[in-house]
């Protein structure tokens, strides 16, 4: 088992930057694939990031260039650095890991997921 708690989620206006953190425990080989994931109520989780334990990446087109993910493996921890944000990254963003993943940003590759942290951008 894997237990996923996020943090750092709050309100900014468009423009602004926030740093979402992921921290991981349990079984630390189902954690090689971490990634980070949004709903926006209404539609399916989207995927926006991911890093696997050697440090490959995956972007969503949508936040190449504005989104930065980074992991710390000594601190089981990924982040997710967000800049340039508009009211569209309004969402939940949840962290999501499993030990392999085919499709690293489809949400179906995924066993284990954190409560999630909200992100409000005002315009």
């Known amino acids: 088992q894997v237990h996923l708690v996020e943090s750092g989620g709050g309100s900014v206006q468009a423009g602004g930057s926030l740093r979402l953190s992921c921290v991981a425990s349990?079984?630390?080989?189902?954690?090689?694939?971490m990634t980070w994931f949004r709903r926006i109520p209404g539609k399916d989780r989207e995927g926006v990031a991911a890093?696997?334990?050697?440090?490959?990446?995956h972007y969503a087109d949508s936040v190449k260039g504005r989104f930065t993910i980074a992991r710390d493996n000594a601190k089981r921890t990924i982040y997710l650095q967000m800049n340039n944000l508009g009211p569209e990254d309004t969402a939940m963003y949840y962290c999501?890991?499993?030990?392999?993943?085919?499709?690293?940003?489809?949400?179906?590759?995924?066993?284990?997921w954190g409560q999630g942290t909200q992100v409000t951008v005002s315009s």
């Open positions: 890093i696997d334990s050697g440090g490959l990446i």
């Open positions: 999501a890991a499993d030990g392999v993943a085919h499709l690293p940003l489809r949400a179906d590759s995924y066993n284990y």
């Open positions: 349990g079984h630390i080989a189902s954690t090689n694939y």
